[in-house]
């Protein structure tokens, strides 16, 4: 069965960077979408980006468009979020998570928000 661990979270100032990696183990990538997802404490899980099995992408927050990029290293079988210019609001808990094929259209509440695996995620605190 596929696995995912995230890493790459940590403290860091207002308008600074980080790049998250999700690692996958147990299967390739090949034949999975992968979405990163983040949790403020006290708010609902939302997702923010994806990157598909034939490597198109979707966006699902306003918030982060122009400033998170998703991309994938085939070779290393990992999928990595660059986040650049972080905002205080940015903190919180990201996870990655993987489903078959295609990203969903949206990513609507429910059981594990339409995800069939989930990393333990990777706090993020931006902060000065």
């Known amino acids: 069965q596929l696995q995912l661990a995230e890493s790459g979270g940590g403290l860091v100032e207002p308008g600074g960077s980080l790049t998250l990696s999700c690692e996958a183990s147990g299967l390739t990538l090949d034949t999975y979408a992968v979405v990163w997802f983040r949790q403020v404490p006290g708010k609902e899980r939302e997702g923010i980006i994806c990157?598909?099995?034939?490597?198109?992408?979707?966006d699902y927050l306003d918030s982060v468009k122009g400033r998170f990029t998703i991309s994938k290293d085939k070779a290393k079988n990992t999928v990595y979020l660059q986040m650049n210019g972080l905002k205080p609001e940015d903190t919180g808990v990201y996870y990655c998570?993987?489903?078959?094929?295609?990203?969903?259209?949206?990513?609507?509440?429910?059981?594990?928000?339409?995800?069939?695996?989930w990393g333990k995620g990777t706090p993020v605190t931006v902060s000065s």
């Open positions: 998570a993987a489903a078959v094929w295609a990203c969903p259209v949206t990513v609507a509440p429910g059981p594990y928000y339409g995800m069939d695996f």
């Open positions: 990157i598909s099995s034939s490597e198109r992408k979707a």
